[in-house]
């Protein structure tokens, strides 16, 4: 402790810069920990750039999925409000029908078991759509589409480019290319001592989050963990990470645990 109420917060190193790495950052120095983002490439150029980032917890199954997705929408919305409606937040609301009258049963029976959830889910006639949407121009069979009011999307350039900013204005350390891509960890008795950059770098830090999307596997190996984690198909039903191979943050503050 450094004073008397006052806990001394370990200095942290954020591995990747896409929508994941540029919040955990940001949410580190708001609570004033002394934090290195780090991105081999720019900030919000990996997946997050080629995302359709649509908010929405429509068709996520099973509940816990949906309740966790549906969270994540109204963290943007508070987000977005605090910081005074960016450009960024497209609250636009969705406008979903079907093509078949099968598709048009599973449809309504999606907007029934949301709206049970407490989801903002409701079927309107084509009048109100064309109101909502004058240039969509409904297949003349289609009386009746789904309207999703609390969906929208994020526009992720000026997002990340608007938190990224935040970060560094608490305190964060951007560090990009060369002196942002991460080579190698320093692992000593179980725990990350430093990460060392292509840059030939080597920042002490006493815990690492890693936010590196499609690259964690690389970024765990560099850890020497017992075992692999395996990128598995979005698709796979039921896919579970295996015991053991991923870091946990233990009790003693600081500690990245090896398994
Ligand atoms: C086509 C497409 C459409 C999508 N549509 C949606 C959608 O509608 N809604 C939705 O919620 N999600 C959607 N997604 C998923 C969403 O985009 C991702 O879940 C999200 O962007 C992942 O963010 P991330 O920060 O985890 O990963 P990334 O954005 O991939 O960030 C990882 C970062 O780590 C960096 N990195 C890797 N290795 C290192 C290293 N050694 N040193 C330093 N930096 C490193 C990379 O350069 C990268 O910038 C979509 C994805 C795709 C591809």
Redesign the pocket.
Known sequence: MSGEDTPELPACAV???????VCVALRLAEAGVAVTL????R??????????????ANDKLPRAYHDLNYTGMRRWTELSAGLGGPVWYRPAGNIEWAASPAEQAQLIARVHRLTGYGYPAHLIGAAEVAELEPALKLPSLVDEAAWFPGEG?LN?GPLVSDLVALAVQRGATLLTGEQ????SLEVAGNRVRAVRTAAGHAIPVEVVVC?????VP??VEMSGAACPVPLVPWATPGAVAPDGAVAAYSANPGALTLA
Not at 38 to 41: F, G, K, N, S
Not at 43 to 56: C, E, V
Not at 180 to 183: K, L
Request: charged share 15%; hydrophobic share 40%; glycine share 18%.
């Open positions: 591995i990747g810069a896409g929508v994941l790495g780090l991105e081999q490439d900030p919000g150029h990996g997946a997050t750039r080629s995302s359709l980032a649509w908010l929405n999307y992720t942002g891509r991460v080579v936010c590196a999307g499609r690259w690389e970024l």
